[in-house]
């Protein structure tokens, strides 16, 4: 399904690897600054911060990784 659509966000800081889920993707592959992610679903995090569910895809439209990140672990694809 997401295969069609561009990510629109890119990851730009390490994360706590306790805030990604593996058992959604591949489970060999581990969040690295600059990976191209989907952001889908925004809540609030611990102290109000605004945290996206965000997941990242292989070539072939597989998901690699799931997280849950910070708007300051993002960067907006395509602002500007």
Do not use: H
Request: net charge negative; glycine share 12%.
């Amino acid at each position: 399904m997401g295969r069609y659509l561009s990510p629109n966000a890119k990851l730009i800081s390490e994360i706590d690897l306790k805030r990604v889920d593996l058992s959604q993707g591949d489970a060999m592959s581990l969040p690295t600054i600059g990976d191209l992610v989907f952001v889908d679903q925004g809540f609030a995090g611990p102290e109000g911060r605004d945290m996206y569910i965000v997941y990242c895809q292989n070539p072939d439209g597989s998901i690699r990784w799931t997280a849950d990140l910070s708007e300051d672990e993002l960067e907006p694809l395509g602002a500007g």
